[in-house]
């Protein structure tokens, strides 16, 4: 029997709806399979805890969670009860970066069932790597003078282990897949770290000659996810390029409440953590209607992350059934609750 460890921190508002329910359709995964199992502790970290004690999670809180095969997270955020930078710099942002979460995947597929925004959506599948420790997202920079002498300078670290290791993953991704990988850049009118960018990735390229490659500027790669996103297979993009593109790849879906994400810890010395792309959707909290299907997709993320590929892939395709066959919540424009969708899940993983 294969037990997998996993410290679960369903956080606040909806995470505490959407982490117990796919935690029960895992439970049924395992059943199914029979050879493995997932052992859940509970971490209470999130706002209340904060009000509680004064600070997101103990001294001690990363030493805990370092010994878990994976972290599966909701969502973190109140800010009627804790500020916004506080809370996420206070844990996620935390765990991300002390556990050198380096690599963030972000998917995006066309789901029969859901009503995209695109007028005529084609079977899109793709996938975005993107780098989560360095690029625009960096501290370095400053401001000086006041008024209208001010002055603010962001300066971008791009280092080439940082991009090689973002790229090395997405070819390797793209290997299973479609095998074709996408660069985001912009040396067209950035004019040191891209064209760097550009290098790294067309030596890291040759390495792959199975794997197809280009680059596309990130001005026209926005525009293709709305025109042309069925023609794209792994997309790999610095910090900020892709976060940007991994919200339109969430809006093509239809809604946030369907996208999964991972933070990937790549050498092996910290658990990698998985939560999906929303929030703690304040706006609906304790109706019992939130989307349980971004949590459940999350969970999917973690099975492959454990070599349960065949699981994950079943598992994904059952969440596409049960759309189609209707249930859905009201932010795709059903009226089914969270527990129908999930039971309903659950209830069709049984027969796999
Ligand atoms: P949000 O993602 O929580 O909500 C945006 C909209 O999407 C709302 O209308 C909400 O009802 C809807 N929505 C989100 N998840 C849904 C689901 N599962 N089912 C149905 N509808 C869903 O983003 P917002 O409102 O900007 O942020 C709310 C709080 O969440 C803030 O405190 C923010 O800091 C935090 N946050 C945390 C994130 C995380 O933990 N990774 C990510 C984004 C925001
Ligand atoms: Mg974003």
């Not at 800010?79 to 963030?104: A, C, M, T, Y």
């Not at 008024?147 to 080439?160: W, Y």
């Not at 976060?243 to 658990?271: C, E, R």
């Not at 089914?336 to 899940?345: L, M, N």
Request: hydrophobic share 40%; net charge negative; glycine share 8%.
């Amino acid at each position: 029997m294969k037990v997998f460890n996993i410290a679960s921190i369903p956080g606040d508002g909806v995470g505490k709806e959407v982490v117990p329910a796919a935690q029960r359709v895992l439970k049924a995964v395992s059943d199914v399979h029979g050879g493995l199992s997932f052992r859940f502790t509970e971490f209470p970290y999130s706002c209340e805890y904060y009000l509680e004690h004064g600070e997101m999670m103990p001294d001690d809180g990363l030493e805990q969670l370092k010994e878990f095969d994976s972290i599966f997270l909701g969502a973190v955020g109140n800010s009627k009860l804790v500020p916004d930078h506080i809370s996420l710099w206070g844990l996620l942002i935390k765990i991300r970066r002390e556990f050198e979460q380096v690599i963030n995947i972000r998917p995006a597929k066309y789901l029969q069932g859901i009503k995209s925004p695109l007028a005529n959506p084609k079977d899109f599948d793709l996938l975005v790597v993107r780098e989560n420790s360095e690029g625009e997202y960096s501290s370095i920079g400053g401001r000086i003078f006041r008024d209208e002498d001010e002055i603010a300078i962001q300066n971008a670290v791009f280092s080439r282990k940082g991009a090689e290791r973002a790229m090395r993953f997405a070819f390797e991704l793209a290997a299973k897949r479609k095998k074709h990988v996408t660069s985001a850049t912009k040396s067209n009118g950035i004019v040191y770290s891209m064209p760097f960018w550009d290098e790294v990735f067309e030596n890291t390229a040759k390495d792959y000659p199975d794997i197809t490659a280009d680059s596309q500027h990130i001005d026209a790669l926005s525009a293709f996810f709305v025109t042309r996103p069925e023609k794209l297979d792994v997309i790999v993009a610095s910090n900020l390029f892709g976060d940007i593109l991994t919200d339109i790849g969430a809006a093509i879906m239809g809604s946030i409440g369907v996208a999964p994400a991972a933070n990937i810890n790549v050498n092996g010395k910290y658990p990698s953590m998985f939560e999906p792309v929303h929030g703690s959707a304040p706006d609906i909290i304790g109706k019992g209607i939130a989307n349980p299907i971004g949590q459940i997709w999350t969970a999917k993320m973690m099975l492959d992350h454990f070599g349960e590929e065949e699981l994950g892939a079943r598992l994904l395709d059952v969440i596409e059934d049960v759309l189609k066959s209707g249930y859905l919540t009201p932010d795709i424009g059903g009226s089914s609750t969270t527990d129908d969708v999930t039971e309903e899940i659950i209830k069709r993983v049984r027969t796999i």
